[in-house]
């Protein structure tokens, strides 16, 4: 019997669904962005010399993970603590705007100079050696810049409970980061987007 053609078809459309699937993993990576890195490296309210808070002193630092997209940051508003619940606000700042290249970092202090210094005596420790947890919250929208092209804006909500002295200097030298349950939850979500793509792909091609 003649071949009828119905293998060579079937074989085209497996090549062209395989040649489609990887097109689009290609795309999804390319276009995949990763939410920029919010650390928090230094705080400080420092005394006067009649022994009284002045300003609440603190430093960011700001990374691009991303390869190949800046990062457009809108306002960003930060807001301190002086226990993990939320309960006593210390004060908050509001950050302009500003933009960041791809794979770079921004070290940015600021000064809180309108801040409940009252908050803050009652949370510190008596005791110099000893410790407590203020809190720290960041709130922003950020858009990818793609080539020539921005993405719509991606919201950015995240905190840090940190520990600092009796003189009120944050403890832990290293920078630490702020984090959301939000990025847990949207990195597990692309995990499994991987996962699903690479299940695809093998099949086709264990299929062909």
Not at 135 to 143: G, K, Q
Not at 189 to 202: A, D
């Amino acid at each position: 019997m003649p071949d009828t053609g119905g293998g060579g078809c079937c074989r085209c459309c497996c090549s062209f669904i395989f040649t489609l699937g990887l097109t689009s993993l290609f795309m999804w990576l390319s276009l995949r962005t990763s939410s920029p890195d919010c650390l928090l490296r230094k705080f400080y309210i420092p005394l006067n010399q009649t022994s009284n808070l002045t300003t609440l002193q603190f430093e960011l630092r700001f990374k691009n993970t991303n390869k190949d997209k800046g990062v457009y940051y809108d306002p960003i508003n930060v807001t301190f603590f002086g226990s993990p619940n939320k309960s006593h606000f210390i004060g908050n700042l509001t950050i302009p705007k500003f933009y960041q290249g791809h794979k770079k970092k921004a070290t940015k202090n600021f000064t809180i100079s309108d801040f409940d210094p009252k908050v803050v005596v009652q949370a510190i420790p008596v005791n110099r050696s000893t410790t407590t947890s203020f809190r720290v919250d960041l709130a922003t929208s950020v858009r990818y810049k793609i080539l020539m092209f921005k993405t719509k804006r991606d919201k950015i909500r995240v905190g840090l409970n940190f520990d600092v002295n009796g003189t009120v200097i944050k403890v832990n030298p290293k920078d630490l980061k702020l984090k959301s349950n939000a990025n847990k939850i949207r990195s597990y979500y692309g995990q499994m987007g991987v996962f699903l793509v690479n299940f695809l792909v093998l099949g086709l091609l264990g299929f062909w």
